[in-house]
């Protein structure tokens, strides 16, 4: 495997404000450098749910982006050690709940340790076009079918094609940004 070294020549990176770190994604250090850099991109949360064997199942992620409009698809991640993996590996749907502002309890109650029974029985919610579960305050909801998968690392990378979309009225959004809740109104 070659490497790629940039030189830079010293002057510019004086002008620069960005700190420059270079790393190993193996090391704690780069590890570390990584996640430290990921804090600082803002991201919409969502509780990403499906239902399997009629049981709902869902979590909390912070890794969903467009890919395409046509025909519309999405992209969701999920770390294959999470204990929902095994649900929405068996999954052929799954929607996702972009959470408003306000919603901290919601992300809070699906990135924790609470059984998934647990979860759906504390939210009120009822199923979308595909029979996925969508929780009834969320901003805006994204029904859709799982196209595809793609392994990477230590997550999951699961491309859906969109059914249906539902939107509140008020468009608020909870957001997640140096490591803390932001409300975008």
């Not at 790629?4 to 960005?18: A, D, K, T, W």
């Not at 979590?59 to 409009?69: G, M, N």
């Not at 993996?85 to 309890?105: P, S």
């Not at 901003?139 to 509140?168: M, N, Y």
Request: a negative charge; one cysteine or more.
């Amino acid at each position: 495997m070659s490497s790629l070294r940039m030189e830079v020549p010293e002057e510019e990176l004086e002008m620069s404000s960005l700190n420059f770190t270079a790393f190993s994604d193996t090391s704690d250090l780069g590890q570390q450098a990584f996640r430290d850099g990921m804090a600082g991109l803002g991201a919409a949360v969502n509780v990403i749910t499906t239902m399997v064997d009629g049981q709902p199942a869902g979590f909390t992620a912070t890794a969903v982006t467009s890919v395409s409009d046509a025909p519309p698809t999405l992209l969701v991640c999920l770390n294959k050690s999470s204990s929902v993996f095994k649900a929405f590996d068996q999954a052929e749907f799954l929607c996702v709940n972009t959470l408003a502002a306000g919603q901290e309890m919601e992300s809070n109650l699906f990135a924790g340790k609470l059984s998934q029974s647990e979860r759906f029985n504390s939210i009120t919610w009822q199923a979308f076009i595909s029979g996925s579960p969508v929780l009834n305050a969320c901003s805006r909801a994204f029904d859709c079918k799982i196209t595809s998968r793609v392994s990477s690392g230590s997550h999951e990378v699961f491309f859906c094609e969109i059914l249906g979309i539902g939107q509140a009225q008020e468009m608020t959004n909870l957001v997640y940004f140096n490591r803390k809740y932001h409300h975008l109104k």
